[in-house]
């Protein structure tokens, strides 16, 4: 964890911007960053925290999600390939799945659209959805 950490803490001006473009994101659409912050370590760490717990879970299957559940995914997105339902199904019990024209930034490409979806979400139970499970 040191070794990353370094590396992210001295290159992080190069490599999230590199992130940014490699996963598909628009010049345009980069966020305004101050990389001066403590942004590129807590990010970091998110990342060790989600790849310790992929371990765990490989022991141990996580317990189902009974919450309905939205899942958004781009179709581009050059860092995680998109899911398949039955890869999903067994994470939740009340899934609803959309997988949307972008990279692994999709909340900067379409905004409009993610946004519409969460609040649909919300307020309905589900994304544009009639059903408890939708197919890719």
Do not use: C, M
């Amino acid at each position: 964890p040191k070794i990353p950490g370094k590396i992210i803490s001295r290159f992080s001006k190069k490599l999230i911007p590199w992130a940014y473009q490699f996963g598909g994101l628009a010049p345009e659409n980069f966020p305004k960053l101050n990389l001066n912050s403590p942004f590129p370590s807590a990010t970091l760490r998110l990342y060790q925290a989600f790849a310790q717990e992929a371990v765990r879970s490989l022991r141990k299957p996580p317990k189902k999600i009974l919450a309905p559940t939205l899942v958004l995914w781009g179709k581009q997105d050059p860092f995680l390939l998109p899911p398949t339902l039955d890869e999903l199904e067994s994470y939740a019990q009340s899934l609803t799945v959309r997988i949307l024209e972008g990279s692994h930034w999709l909340f900067r490409e379409q905004p409009v659209a993610t946004n519409h979806l969460i609040e649909t979400f919300f307020t309905q139970g589900e994304a544009d959805a009639t059903s408890s499970k939708k197919s890719i």
